[in-house]
Nanobody, 123 residues
């Protein structure tokens, strides 16, 4: 079973930067679609960014475009989320996610989640 561990969260002032890391227990990063999600207090989970397993393209939620960057280092088994120009509304617990390709004809997949890392943007 894939095991994910996030790190890099913390307290940062508005306009500051943080880099989140997601360390995976397997040397098969290219097998999964990788994504970052977040959950703000009292809110639903929100998709932040992902890297497609099919073509390696990256995708971002509109409010994170041009501020966040998702990357993958296969040699280190680690996925990163570089966050710049942080805003108070970016305050949330950030979760790393890995999704397998479809495993059967019905298209079922398996999702793995990290434990989350807190990001707080405040002056």
């Amino acid at each position: 079973q894939l095991h994910l561990v996030e790190s890099g969260g913390g307290l940062v002032q508005p306009g500051g930067s943080l880099t989140l890391s997601c360390a995976a227990s397997e040397f098969t990063l290219t097998y999964y679609t990788w994504g970052w999600f977040r959950q703000a207090p009292g809110a639903d989970y929100e998709g932040v960014s992902c890297i497609s397993v099919e073509d390696g393209n990256t995708y971002y939620a509109d409010s994170m475009k041009d501020r966040f960057t998702i990357t993958r280092d296969n040699a280190k088994n680690t996925v990163y989320l570089q966050m710049n120009s942080l805003r108070p509304e970016d305050t949330a617990v950030y979760y790393c996610n890995a999704e397998t390709p479809p495993l059967n004809i019905e298209g079922s997949t398996v999702n793995y989640w990290g434990q989350g890392t807190q990001v707080t943007v405040s002056s």
